[in-house]
């Protein structure tokens, strides 16, 4: 079960939407979830990859080590 607070504009947008189309309010938050969670996951799982470089506790490859490491 989840709660959200959301901004008066978009509920107002979603309630409209959900009366012109005779869906729930719930059904297009969920489906707004389902299309994004993917990319929000990168974005986040990227930035903390990013972090743990900049402090040198993440390894990286030179372009010519990584073709070398997937040819093996």
């Keep these: 079960m989840l709660a ?8 107002t ?3 409209k939407l959900a009366r012109a189309t005779g869906r729930t309010k719930t059904y297009y938050a969920r489906e707004a979830i ?3 969670l993917d990319d929000l996951e990168d974005i ?3 930035e903390q990859t990013l972090e743990r470089i900049r402090k040198g506790k993440e390894d990286i490859l ?7 490491e997937l040819d093996n």
């Design 44 to 46: 986040y799982l990227a």
């Design 13 to 15: 947008r979603l309630e």
């Design 34 to 36: 389902m299309e994004h």
């Design 62 to 68: 030179s372009e010519e080590e990584f073709w070398r």
């Design 4 to 11: 959200i607070r959301l901004p008066e504009e978009i509920e």
